[in-house]
């Protein structure tokens, strides 16, 4: 079955960084879209960046510029680096990829922006 393993959330200041990590099973990894979205308390979920089979990618225009998608194919892993860290990007991060018309999400993890 599909399973997704995030990692790489923490507490950081405001101008900080953090990469997160997706570890990712079940799935033609190589063959698949990938996404990261993100959850604030109170928020409905929002996409964040999306990188294609073909490793094309997208951002969300809250953190282009600031945030990197990017992926390890040899080692089904997904990537989220995140740079200049705002108090707004406080939320639960989590990794997503659609297999067969079906929508799988990994766990979640917590980044705090918070000086």
């Known amino acids: 079955q599909v399973n997704f393993v995030e990692s790489g959330g923490g507490l950081v200041q405001p101008g900080e960084s953090l990469t997160l990590s997706c570890a990712a099973s079940g799935f033609p990894f190589s063959l698949s879209d990938l996404s990261w979205y993100r959850q604030a308390p109170g928020k409905e979920r929002e996409w964040v960046a999306t990188i294609t089979r073909i490793s094309t990618t997208g951002y969300a225009g809250s953190v282009k510029g600031r945030f990197t998608i990017s992926r390890d194919n040899a080692k089904n892993t997904l990537y989220l680096q995140m740079n200049s860290l705002k108090p707004e990007d406080t939320a639960a991060y989590f990794c997503?990829?659609?297999?067969?018309?079906?929508?799988?999400w990994g766990q979640g993890t917590q980044v705090t922006v918070s000086s």
């Open positions: 997503k990829t659609n297999h067969f018309g079906i929508n799988y």
